[in-house]
């Protein structure tokens, strides 16, 4: 299984600490940093989650780092300030891009070597890593293509396999997404409540939830490796959600690992 995962990344920095009284300047808490937790985001974290789910990984991402700084209580893990550093990125290179044809793409990493693929991911935060161009022909020229983006869809997001959303996003492009056309690739992810494809909804397990940070990435792996073990969306769907309400039990942006989905 060659995965091949396209998008902007960022370093997610967990910063814990205890809160114990109000600053006499102003009436805001006194955050005293206790230790620090580093981990990859974004797209580098999708890929992350393809890797423990016993898939081979390639990336494509930004080179220069976005930095997405949390700070988090320890007594009741709930984050009190988010801090965003270089929120923005370069473009994927023309070379790169063009040479991402027929599920083939030239991996110059390993002296230009040529990768066959089976399932392409874009992962577009919309941080300038992927224009709409650009999304348009992978799509155009692969099979298999599943996007997450954050862009405001339109008429270049047609030739996308598969398409996951969740229900807010699904709202502001509903215009367009209410085309027949859509229906087979739309796959809506609705937090707690579950997910829906076309029109059934399928429930998701209730877990104590930790942390809630990347789970939309491990859904999106989870979805990958789930259709390509069944060639099944419907099936993939529930294994990507095994794989959501593992990693929600997990604090800061985790990975699970096939292992732990098949030992429930």
């Known amino acids: 299984m060659n995965v091949l995962v396209i998008g902007d990344s960022c370093k997610d920095v967990f910063i814990y600490g205890d809160i114990e009284r109000i600053s006499p300047e102003a009436p805001v808490p006194v955050f005293k940093p206790t230790h620090t937790e580093k981990n990859d985001g974004m797209a580098k974290n999708v890929a992350n989650n393809v890797e423990t789910l016993d898939m081979n990984i390639y990336t494509i991402t930004n080179e220069n780092s976005i930095i997405k700084k949390r700070y988090v209580e320890n007594r009741s893990g709930q984050m009190v300030l988010r801090v965003d550093e270089h929120d923005y990125c370069t473009r994927i290179k023309t070379k790169i891009?063009?040479?991402?044809?027929?599920?083939?793409?030239?991996?110059?990493?390993?002296?230009?070597?040529?990768?066959?693929?089976?399932?392409?991911?874009?992962?577009?935060?919309?941080?300038?890593?992927?224009e709409e161009s650009d999304i348009e022909h992978i799509c155009k020229y692969n099979k298999n293509v599943f996007v997450d983006t954050k862009k405001k869809l339109?008429?270049?997001?047609?030739?996308?396999?598969?398409?996951?959303?969740?229900?807010?996003?699904?709202?502001?492009?509903?215009?367009?997404l209410s085309d027949d056309g859509f229906k087979e690739k739309l796959i809506v992810t609705l937090g707690s409540?579950?997910?829906?494809?076309k029109d059934k909804v399928f429930n998701v397990k209730e877990v104590p939830v930790k942390d809630?940070?990347?789970?939309?990435?491990?859904?999106?792996?989870?979805?990958?490796?789930?259709?390509?073990?069944?060639?099944?969306?419907?099936?993939?769907?529930?294994?990507?959600?095994?794989?959501?309400?593992?990693?929600?039990?997990?604090?800061?942006?985790?990975?699970?690992?096939l292992k732990e989905i098949q030992n429930g």
Do not use: M, P
């Not at 409540?193 to 494809?197: A, E, I, L, M, S």
């Open 97 to 130: 891009l063009q040479g991402i044809v027929n599920n083939k793409f030239t991996y110059y990493g390993l002296g230009g070597d040529v990768k066959d693929i089976d399932v392409i991911i874009i992962s577009d935060y919309c941080k300038g890593f992927l």
């Open 193 to 197: 409540k579950g997910c829906r494809y």
């Open 154 to 176: 339109g008429e270049w997001i047609r030739d996308a396999d598969f398409i996951k959303i969740n229900e807010l996003e699904y709202k502001k492009n509903h215009e367009l």
């Open 212 to 257: 809630v940070s990347g789970a939309g990435d491990t859904f999106l792996a989870g979805l990958v490796r789930g259709y390509l073990d069944t060639n099944n969306i419907e099936s993939a769907i529930e294994f990507a959600q095994k794989c959501t309400t593992h990693v929600v039990q997990k604090h800061g942006v985790a990975t699970v690992t």
